[in-house]
């Protein structure tokens, strides 16, 4: 077991985002996709740092900065529209893996709730993107 401090600043959001998405650039299922669609991964890590910074602690740059529903849509027409149930349900539970392995609080328990509400709608979205596009 790691650390179990609670996410407090920036500096835990990206030990978050680092370590969370070293395991996302391996794993079978996400690996292929994200490594085909992120070309710089230090500005992708940053810009994601900024958007759970803005989400977690309410504050950072990220503010008005961010609209995931499009870009998610993008990447699954990118992907010939492979992006499935599954691709979700292995993102999150990686996420939930990376937060209790080294987070315990307030702040890591509402990056699981966010995580898992974001993560239906993201779908329900591409889904609905999909429907509409036929």
Do not use: C
């Amino acid at each position: 077991m790691g650390t179990t401090i609670d996410i407090k600043s920036r500096k835990e959001v990206s030990k978050l985002v680092r370590t969370f998405y070293a395991k996302v650039r391996t794993n079978q299922t996400l690996g292929p996709v994200f490594n085909s669609i992120v070309d710089d991964w230090e500005i992708h890590l940053e810009r994601l740092t900024d958007f759970w910074e803005m989400i977690l602690l309410q504050t950072g740059p990220g503010a008005g900065k961010f609209s995931p529903v499009p870009v998610h849509k993008e990447v699954d027409e990118k992907m010939n529209h492979q992006i499935s149930e599954t691709h979700f349900n292995t993102w999150l539970s990686l996420w939930f893996e990376t937060l209790e392995s080294q987070f315990k609080g307030e702040v890591a328990d509402f990056a699981k709730q966010h995580a898992h509400k974001m993560g239906h709608i993201l779908f329900f979205k591409i889904m609905e993107g999909r429907n509409t596009a036929k």
